[in-house]
């Protein structure tokens, strides 16, 4: 699904590189939480995966899509394959919840009636139902989050990448987000969440890979927040 081979990001030449010949494999399904402090290089990983960056060297393959050749007419193809969702929401402040998440149809050059089949079932599967007609003023943090969740996975993405999803959140409201992630993943989506939080990483028991100092240092099946320096004991 996901294969970093090598790969160097550097953003000035004599540059100290942001990525450091990082290799990751992330096989389809999989659920995959990124740690590292602050500049660490995860936001850089991040932004090459969608195509805001190009490596400075190194290849990338995702969905069978090899980077290198991938042509610019091409990118808006492959993000609509990879969900994002973002710790400030970003949601239009002037639209419903309704039309927050069907803008992301609309864009995709989605028919009306296309629209009024798909969203509800996306409002439903993030547990919405009833606030179809609000605005995201009328919404508790927690809500807003998964509005922007469903319109991160309303076009069905193979790929859902959660960059600190709950950084803006209290802890109820963090782990309901982090169980919605959880549910969307048993659907089939690879889910890559980065996060601070380290009773999130304690309590999933998922794959957790760190990254430092623009290297991938530790890549453990299941992850405890103990062997990670800079992460938060309790949620925020």
């Not at 010949?21 to 850089?44: C, N, W």
């Not at 803006?168 to 089939?188: A, C, F, Q, T």
Request: charge should be positive; proline fraction near 4%.
């Amino acid at each position: 699904m996901i294969l970093l081979d090598r790969v160097t990001k550097a953003y000035g030449k004599g540059s100290k590189p942001a990525l450091n010949r990082i290799s990751l494999h992330v096989e389809p399904k999989e659920f995959v939480i990124m740690v590292g402090t602050s500049g660490a290089g995860k936001s850089t990983l991040l932004k090459l995966l969608t195509c805001e960056e190009k490596p400075t060297s190194g290849k990338i393959v995702v969905g069978g899509i090899d980077y290198h050749t991938l042509k610019g007419r091409q990118i808006p193809l492959l993000r609509r394959k990879i969900g994002v969702v973002f710790q400030d929401f970003k949601l239009l402040p002037q639209r419903t919840v309704f039309e927050n998440i069907a803008f992301a149809l609309e864009i995709a050059g989605m028919t009306n009636r296309e629209i009024r089949n798909t969203v509800p079932k996306v409002i439903e599967l993030v547990g919405l139902k009833g606030k179809e007609k609000s605005y995201p003023r009328e919404l508790s943090g927690g809500e807003r989050q998964r509005v922007a969740i469903a319109r991160a996975v309303v076009r069905q993405p193979k790929i859902l990448i959660a960059d600190e999803p709950t950084g803006n959140l209290d802890p109820k409201h963090s782990w309901e987000i982090v169980r919605l992630l959880e549910k969307i993943n048993r659907y089939g989506t690879t889910v890559i969440l980065t996060t601070h939080n380290a009773e999130i990483v304690n309590k999933l028991k998922k794959r957790v890979v760190t990254i430092e100092n623009g290297k991938i240092t530790s890549d453990q099946a299941q992850g405890s927040y103990r062997q990670f320096g800079g992460l938060k004991e309790n949620a925020s």
